[in-house]
């Protein structure tokens, strides 16, 4: 008698076990649903954003791997500006200098960030310049 209690103590025990498990895969699952809706959600804003910002500006962040906001908090660039743009280069490029102590990885960003700012710059003057030509009504 005593070990048939024993063994219904271990069945009890055995089946409260795997109830916890049960309950804990399902928050896990619907915490993984959550975030799965959300990254899909935040990946939709984004390509809008990108879609508002241009098609050329949005080919010029793809094929430099930045984006037009991360080239600009790496050069430090309010507003795009050539000079700026450049000088901020100039001198972040020389910092980062291996020889001075810097980083190989941070100059190679700075030049990264320059040559987006630089595509950019680019589709903004052609912008402007196929904006001049269009006959005004």
Known sequence: MASHVQCSGMFSLAK?????????????GRAFARAL??????????????????HR???ASNLSGLSLQ???QILNV?????????KNYEHL???????VGGSFYLQSKVVRAKERLDEE???QAQEDREKGQMPHT
């Open 93 to 99: 490029f020389k910092v980062n200098d291996k020889s």
């Open 57 to 59: 500006s949005a080919a």
């Open 37 to 54: 809706r959300q990254e899909f959600a935040a990946s939709r804003a984004a390509a809008d954003a990108r879609g508002r910002a241009g």
């Open 16 to 28: 409260y076990l795997a109830q916890i498990i049960v309950m804990g895969v399902q928050v896990v």
């Open 121 to 123: 710059l680019k589709i």
């Open 70 to 72: 991360e080239a600009q």
């Open 78 to 86: 309010s507003k795009l500006s050539p000079e700026e743009v450049q």
